[in-house]
């Protein structure tokens, strides 16, 4: 079985996450190849942005926030 290749539309510029998946390019498979006319694209996977707090409010800096 031969492998399916997917066409994902390229990040916008200055981006680093395609614009169809929200995946970054680093993180693609290899075989996977970008165009800039959406037409083309055959990615069907869309992720979604989800803000979690895990570190309960602490910052990077060892600070908690009071609220």
């Not at 079985?1 to 539309?9: A, G, L, S």
């Not at 916008?12 to 996450?17: H, N, Q, R, S």
């Not at 979604?48 to 060892?62: L, Q, W």
């Amino acid at each position: 079985m031969t492998p399916q290749i997917v066409v994902h539309e390229m990040p916008p510029p200055g981006g680093t996450c395609t614009a169809c998946c929200l995946t970054p390019t680093a993180e693609l498979p290899v075989a996977d190849v970008f165009t800039r006319d959406p037409a083309l694209v055959t990615c069907t996977v869309r992720r979604t942005a989800v803000t979690v707090d895990t570190d309960c409010g602490e910052s990077p800096f060892g600070w908690t926030d009071p609220r």
